[in-house]
């Protein structure tokens, strides 16, 4: 079974300090791997694609990193605006197989 | 910037009623979604609709649940009895395609709550 595991569950840093967050997947193939961000009450708001060990992607104070059996967002200098629910997700390889399946998420606070 | 659009924003009902809520998806998208939040929980899919008919269900999109377009615009998620362990918040979402750079635009959700 295709399984999505997020770590830490929550965390607080202080503006401008950079950290990582990790997403550990098992997949039978790994077609892509997501990653979003959720405020408090809205659907999730896309980030990032990955498709391939090696893969890096970046966005403004984020960059996300894959590798065949997890991903990391490394967030650089954050600021408040970035506090936010950050979920990893993967879509499987297979015909027909469209479904996203998504990790409980990493809680980020960021401190002024 | 193009939207995922979805009502009621959040809904009241009792055991065993029906419910409908509804999506109205990116105009140039071809694929839909049906994804659920329990309060605490992993968003988990529900359902995939293309072509006018369901390509991929989830074990919890039993009989009880049902999609549909009725038009060219809206994509409707049916509940026929609703039960307590409904209550969730239930996100709509649509891309252009099932491959390649696939972004999956979500709507704001709805949020069911079952008495």
């Known amino acids: 079974e295709d399984q999505v595991t997020q770590s830490p569950e929550a965390l607080r840093l202080q503006e401008g300090e950079s950290s990582s967050l990790n997403c550990s997947y098992t997949?039978?193939?790994?077609?892509?791997l997501f990653w979003y961000r959720q405020d408090p009450g809205k659907g999730p708001e896309f980030l990032f694609t990955l498709y391939s060990a090696g893969e890096e992607k970046e966005k403004e104070r984020l960059k996300a990193t894959l590798t065949k059996k997890e991903s990391f967002l490394h967030i650089t200098a954050p600021k408040p605006e970035d506090s936010a629910t950050y979920l990893c997700?993967?879509?499987?390889?297979?015909?027909?197989?469209?479904?996203?399946?998504f990790g409980q998420g990493t809680r980020l606070t960021i401190n002024p | 910037e193009p939207e995922v659009t979805q009502t009621p924003s959040h809904q009241v009902t009792q055991m065993g009623q029906e419910v409908i809520l509804r999506c109205v998806p990116i105009s140039n998208h071809l694929y839909f979604y049906w994804y659920r939040q329990i309060l605490g929980q992993k968003v988990e899919f529900l359902v995939s609709?293309?072509?006018?008919?369901?390509?991929?269900k989830s074990e919890i999109f039993d009989d009880q649940f049902s999609v549909e377009r009725p038009d060219g615009s809206n994509f409707t998620l049916k509940i026929r009895s609703t039960k307590l362990e409904d209550s969730a918040m239930y996100f709509c979402?649509?891309?252009?395609?099932?491959?390649?750079?696939?972004?999956?635009?979500f709507g704001e959700g709805s949020r069911l709550t079952v008495l």
């Open positions: 997949v039978s193939g790994l077609r892509g």
């Open positions: 997700a993967v879509q499987a390889e297979g015909w027909g197989s469209q479904k996203l399946v």
């Open positions: 609709f293309y072509n006018n008919e369901i390509s991929e």
């Open positions: 979402a649509s891309s252009q395609r099932d491959w390649g750079d696939r972004e999956l635009f």
